[in-house]
């Protein structure tokens, strides 16, 4: 074993937005999982919006584990043909999950935090931009902090060290073709 492996650097984390229409934002988030793990630093998702469907990541982020905890904290995607919960039901679960992202940042168990879909989240009114702002303010210095979703907000963009955003160019459902298992979840 490496000498340093499962110690963060005593630098100071970043914050880093993944933002855009085209797709790619959770997986990028995905790749800094990975990328971590293999150092030994313990990472935490918490996804503000994904929640009562089924995807791959549920059952491939248990075999990252103890180093990665993922926890789906939203009701699932809201306003799409088969949400069957009001608004006020998604606002509680996105209240509930920025509770619990500063839970998580102040006990400082993790090394590095991606918050998925919580721009989003913001865009939809389940939260507001200054939940993100004051989550931002409350990481600690060695904390990494990750923020996915379209419609990043610009206050967000100026604290952000890193800001990428995905550019669609070309989709396969403009040609009628479906979310792929394993590809798209």
């Known amino acids: 074993m490496?000498?340093?492996m499962g110690k963060m650097p005593a630098e100071?984390?970043?914050v880093i937005v993944y933002t855009g229409k085209g797709k790619g934002k959770t997986t990028a988030a995905l790749g800094i999982v990975l990328r971590a793990v293999g150092h030994g630093y313990k990472v935490g998702m918490i996804q503000f919006i994904k929640g009562e469907w089924y995807y791959g990541e549920l059952t491939s982020s248990k075999r990252l584990e103890p180093e990665f905890e993922m926890i789906a904290a939203g009701k699932g995607f809201v306003g799409i043909i088969d949400d069957d919960h009001p608004i006020e039901d998604h606002q509680k679960a996105a209240q509930a999950a920025?509770?619990?992202v500063k839970e998580k940042l102040a006990s400082g168990i993790y090394d590095v935090m991606i918050l998925d879909e919580i721009n989003y989240a913001a865009k939809l009114n389940l939260i507001s931009e200054q939940d993100i702002l004051d989550i931002i303010a409350a990481k600690q210095d060695k904390t990494t902090l990750v923020l996915t979703g379209?419609?990043?907000p610009e206050s967000v963009i100026a604290v952000a060290d890193l800001v990428t955003e995905m550019k669609e160019i070309k989709h396969p459902y403009q040609k009628g073709i479906k979310a792929k298992k394993g590809i798209d979840f």
Do not use: D
């Open 98 to 100: 920025v509770a619990l």
């Open 2 to 4: 490496h000498p340093t």
């Open 150 to 152: 379209n419609y990043a």
């Open 12 to 14: 100071k984390g970043l």
